[in-house]
């Protein structure tokens, strides 16, 4: 039985998304503020945790005063627990055990060296992003392709005499681009599940969109790093074993053909135990630890997505999501203008909080509400979501991978973004897909 079913609710219009503002304004605002200052982890001050559960107790305490206290928890509870979101924390740490126990036999090390082998001299800056995006799309993260890649790609860059500001580029690009695209991806899978829509429709619309983007970035990169290479440069990758790298392509395959995602990740995680036994790079209980640490590394999302799903029941419930629906409808012509409002939310959500599923978690029910009204796929909502999650965190100076690159680099913010072709190419081609309703009639 569903908590408050009463027939008339108050709905508090704009106030009801103070919650929210409260969440990001603490998140962001002190991790901006501690940023300036110099401080160390600027985001870890406030963490996204305390963050949430102030906004949830505000949202708990100050509305709905007709309403007992428990009947609140209820309705948050709800939220929290709900079938969609639970499928979420399973999926979410199942993608974790994988990734962690496929490393764990060497499989990451696997795609990473055999992509570095593999770049011709001459084309060393485009082989750096597609390596990146090779691995990004099998792994299914941004954050584990960039710290194993970017070292690797200023490196190679440095020692060619190429600038080492658009090595880093390209790398956080080619990182962003499975990101966006992986079906093990936590970004993918929250933008799909958030507006019920099919991860493998939404794979071939978005590779309809990123493919292209990619082949052109390539080119321009090949363009600009066309000069004389050192070949002792790109000669530094340590002997692997492809076998180890089966489970990542197992994968991918397997969520191509459209099998379920939980089937997809336990079989590529139980490969990776058969492998690790066969190959004796691990233990059935290297293999295990792995898995379990893998899982708790996922496991902040799994819970930081039941509370911030829980909030924003509440939110819906006080009417935020209704105003914010209505208030966008007004300053909407067309479809392609609820498109375009879509994308700049989840954009704005992103790259404030830096986190892309975080932003596809919040700003999903509000996605889900207008294309129901305007009837937009889940498909492309799904897509467009998932895009500009990503694409904004490639050019923020704030985000890790471009934190990263000037480390290693010692160059500066604008000889990174000076670089940044794929994310531009990707917004323009999404732009284009949604001003001529490219793919409209496949995504219905």
């Excluded at 605002?29 to 985001?43: L, N, Q, R």
């Excluded at 941004?142 to 690797?152: A, E, H, R």
């Excluded at 058969?274 to 004796?280: E, P």
């Amino acid at each position: 039985m569903e908590p408050n079913k009463t027939e008339s609710k108050k709905s508090y219009g704009w106030k009801a998304l103070i919650p929210v503002l409260i969440f990001l304004g603490l998140y962001l605002g002190c991790g901006i503020a501690f940023t300036i200052a110099g401080a160390d982890s600027p985001f870890g001050k406030m963490p996204r945790y305390v963050a949430v559960v102030i906004a949830i107790l505000i949202a708990l305490v100050c509305y709905r005063r007709d309403l007992k206290f428990s009947e609140k928890v209820d309705l948050y509870c709800h939220g929290a627990g709900s079938s969609g979101v639970m499928l979420l924390g399973i999926i979410v740490l199942m993608a974790g055990g994988f990734a962690n126990s496929t490393a764990a036999i060497g499989g990451k090390d696997a795609m990473v060296n055999m992509g570095v082998s593999l770049i011709p001299t001459q084309f060393l800056i485009p082989g750096i992003f597609l390596i990146c995006c090779i691995i990004s799309t099998c792994i299914g993260t941004s954050m584990g392709t960039q710290v194993t890649m970017i070292p690797i790609a200023i490196a190679l860059a440095q020692g060619a005499g190429l600038n080492p500001g658009m090595a880093g580029a390209a790398a956080i690009a080619g990182a962003y681009f499975g990101d966006n695209l992986s079906m093990i991806s936590d970004t993918t899978i929250i933008a799909c599940k958030g507006v019920d829509a099919e991860m493998k429709d939404k794979f071939l619309m978005n590779t309809k969109i990123a493919i292209p983007a990619a082949v052109l970035s390539m080119i321009l990169y090949a363009v600009m790093s066309m000069q004389t290479v050192q070949p002792e440069a790109v000669s530094a990758a340590a002997d692997y074993n492809p076998l180890t790298a089966l489970p990542y392509l197992a994968v991918l395959v397997l969520a191509v053909a459209g099998l379920d995602v939980i089937l997809v990740l336990a079989i590529g995680a139980a490969l990776s135990c058969v492998l690790g036994l066969i190959l004796r790079t691990a233990s059935f209980f290297d293999w295990a630890m792995a898995v379990g640490a893998g899982m708790e590394d996922m496991f902040w999302l799994s819970v930081f997505s039941m509370l911030v799903s829980g909030m924003m029941a509440l939110v819906r419930e006080y009417g935020g999501i209704d105003w914010l629906v209505n208030t966008a409808s007004q300053h909407m012509k067309s479809k392609k203008s609820c498109q375009y409002v879509i994308s700049l939310l989840v954009m704005a959500i992103s790259g404030t909080t830096l986190n892309n599923p975080v932003a596809c978690l919040i700003s999903s029910p509000i996605a889900k509400e207008l294309g129901q009204k305007y009837e937009i796929s889940s498909t492309k909502l799904a897509t467009l979501m998932s895009i500009f999650s990503c694409v904004i965190l490639m050019v923020v100076p704030h985000d890790s991978g471009c934190l990263l690159v000037q480390q290693y680099a010692g160059c500066s913010y604008l000889d990174i973004v000076r670089y940044a072709f794929y994310p531009l190419l990707l917004t323009l081609f999404t732009c284009a897909a949604i001003q001529f309703n490219l793919f409209e009639k496949k995504s219905k």
